[in-house]
């Protein structure tokens, strides 16, 4: 999709109409990508740049989208960004194994605090 690939897409529905929300850092604060997004149907929920106008009027907007982002932004954080092997098959099978171990434990957890 265009400028924004790698955040969260949020849908509800609200009447009959779909809604999609994207929760974008600073890099995705321009004009141009409002517009394109808004072209697209989507609502961009960018974190605003320290220069900007209304930055400081509205303290609780980018926390807001900063707590939205989190949970995905933590998995990517927890991700090794070396290779540990040479080849692509290997490299993938071990990301596959580390995203398999990484859901398990989330999922023990999930299960201990929600009992699912």
Not at 7 to 24: D, E, P, Q, R
Not at 66 to 87: A, D, I, L
Not at 89 to 108: D, G, I, T, W, Y
Request: glycine residues 6%; hydrophobic residues 35%; aromatic residues 14%.
């Amino acid at each position: 999709m265009f400028y924004i690939r790698n955040f969260k897409k949020l849908s509800g529905v609200f009447g009959n109409v779909l809604y999609w929300a994207i929760y974008a850092d600073k890099g995705y604060c321009d004009k141009q990508i409002h517009i394109d997004a808004k072209r697209k149907g989507c609502n961009l929920k960018a974190i605003l740049k320290n220069n900007m106008k209304n930055k400081n009027k509205n303290k609780g907007r980018d926390s807001f989208i900063t707590k939205m982002r989190s949970p995905y932004e933590r998995v990517f954080s927890q991700t090794n960004h070396r290779t540990r092997y040479r080849g692509v098959a290997k490299n993938q099978f071990a990301m596959f194994m580390e995203s398999l171990a990484f859901n398990l434990k989330r999922m023990v957890i999930l299960n201990e605090e929600y009992g699912f």
